[in-house]
């Protein structure tokens, strides 16, 4: 499976001003917001991959390290990696 859910673990994202509750996906060293049937990419600063939608929060997880600005994912327990900027 190229998305796979972190377990327990939620994000806040807000839509032109509506916020939702969503589930943690990661791929690879990324971590993404599923919204409707899709994924969205959390980026660093609460920015994603979609112009209009910013992340808020993420749920405490022990994969999950940082601040909203400083977010690390550590799949399979390898070194932290940084969430980028867009390229």
């Not at 990419?41 to 994603?48: D, E, H, I």
Request: charged share 20%; proline share 6%.
């Amino acid at each position: 499976m190229l998305f796979h859910g972190v377990e327990d673990c939620f994000a806040v994202v807000r839509n032109k001003g509506v916020y939702r509750q969503v589930r943690v996906f990661a791929r690879g060293e990324h971590l993404f917001a599923g919204v409707g049937s899709g994924f969205v990419r959390l980026l660093n600063g609460g920015s994603t991959t979609v112009p209009t939608m910013t992340w808020d929060f993420i749920t405490p997880h022990p994969d999950i390290a940082g601040e909203q600005s400083r977010t690390v994912f550590m799949p399979g327990g390898r070194k932290p990696l940084t969430i980028v900027a867009a390229e």
